[in-house]
C-alpha cells in the first residue's frame, strides 16, 4: 500500500499542470511520491477559462448516468480538497439557481429534474446535494439580483462554485509545500521521461503522448465582468438559466460575474478568437435574466476548448505498468478533479507495489 520505498521516495512525473495534473499531482505527494509537474507553457489550459461550477445532479441530462454517478461522487470529495486547500479566496458560490423565462424552459428544466429524481434509487447520486423546485417569487427572494423574467425552476443546493483561477494558484502553491516541482518543459514523448510513473494529464494533448484515444475539442466562449463603483450587488448563487434553447449561467467573483459559455466545434486549433455571435448570445441572454448587469465592466472575453471523449466519460486508467492517463474530461473537468485525484492514487496504489 505504502508508495514509498526501502531508499528513496518513488518518483512520478506529470504531463501537464492544469486542473487534473495538479490536482492528481497534490494527492500522489501526499501519498508519499516525489511528484515533478512538467507543462508546456505554449499550449493555454481550459482550466484559466472555466467558469468553476462544480455541477452534478443541477445538469443530469437523460443517458449520462455514470457521469452523474461519478460527479456526484467527486462533489462529496470538494469539501476535503477545499480543506486540504485551505484558501478562502477559492469557494464563490455554496448553490445553484436553474430558472427557466418561459414555461416551455422551465418544462425543459423540470424533464432534467425528472431524470435526477428517477436516480434517487440510487443513494450514492442524492446524499450529498438536494434538487427542489422553486416558484419565480422563490427564485427573487433566493436571488433578489434576477430580473422578473425568472418564471420558475429548481434550487440546487451544495452545488456551489469555485474561482478557478484561485483554486489552480492553491493546487500548485500547495503541491510545491508538499515537496512537488512545477516545470515548464514541452513533452514531445514518453519515452525518456525520468520517473517510477508517468502520468498523462496534458488535456486534448494527451492523444499524441498515448495511442489509441479519442479526443475532440469543445470550443466555449467566456466573459469576465468587474463590478464598478455602480454596479448593482451581484448574484450570490450559480445562476444557470434556460433562454430560449439556449443556457446561460452567471457564476459569482469576489468582485465580478463569469458569464458563459458557448459550446462548438472550432475552425481548427488556433480558432481562440471569441466570435462576435458568442459574446453578443451569452451577454443577451444574461441581461434577459438579471438586467443589472448592464452596470459591469467587461474585463474579458476569454476562450478555451474542452477536452471531450465521444461517450462523454474521462479516461483514467493505467496505460501499462509504468504510464497513467487521466484525461477527456470535457465540460466537468474542474469538478470532477477530486474523483481524478482519487482513483489516480488509486491505480498508483494497485501498480506501484512493484
Ligand atoms: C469555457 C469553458 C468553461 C468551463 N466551465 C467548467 C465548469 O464550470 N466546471 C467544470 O467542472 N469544468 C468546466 N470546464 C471544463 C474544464 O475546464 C476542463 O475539463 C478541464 O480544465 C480539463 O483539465 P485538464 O487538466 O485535463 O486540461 P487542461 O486544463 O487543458 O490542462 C492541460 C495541461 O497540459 C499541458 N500540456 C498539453 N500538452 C502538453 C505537452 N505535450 N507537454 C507538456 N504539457 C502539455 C497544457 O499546457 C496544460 O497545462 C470548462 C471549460 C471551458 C473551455
Known sequence: MTHVGADRPRTLTVVGAGVIGLCCGLAAADAGWRVTV????????????????????????????????ITADSVR????????????????????????????????????????????????VTTQSGLRQVTGREIRELEPSLGPRAIGGFLASGEGAVDNRALLAALETRLVAAGGMVRAHRVDSLTDLPGDRILVTAGLGSSKLVGGIDLYPAKGEILRLSANAWSVPGPRHVVRARVGDRMVYLVPRRAGIVVG????????????????????????????????????????????????????????????DRVILACGHGRNGIVLAPWTSHRVVEILDETGAN
Open 38 to 69: 512538467l507543462t508546456d507553457p505554449g499550449t493555454p489550459r481550459a482550466a484559466d477559462v472555466a467558469g468553476g461550477m462544480l455541477g452534478s445532479l443541477g445538469e443530469g441530462h437523460p443517458g449520462e448516468d455514470a457521469l452523474l454517478e
Open 77 to 124: 470529495r470538494w469539501p476535503t480538497l477545499l480543506a486540504r486547500l485551505d484558501d478562502p479566496a477559492i469557494v464563490s458560490a455554496d448553490d445553484s439557481l436553474f430558472v427557466g423565462v418561459t414555461a416551455a424552459d422551465v418544462a425543459f428544466l423540470t424533464q432534467l429534474a425528472r431524470f435526477v429524481w428517477s436516480k434517487a434509487v440510487d443513494e450514492s
Open 261 to 320: 459559455a458557448t459550446q462548438y466545434e472550432p475552425i481548427d486549433a488556433s480558432d481562440m478568437a471569441p466570435r462576435v455571435s458568442g459574446v453578443a448570445d451569452l451577454l443577451a441572454d444574461a441581461l434577459e435574466v438579471m438586467p443589472g448587469l448592464g452596470t459591469y465592466d467587461l474585463a474579458e472575453a476569454g476562450v478555451g476548448f474542452r477536452p471531450c471523449t465521444a461517450d462523454g466519460l474521462p479516461v483514467v486508467r493505467a496505460v501499462d
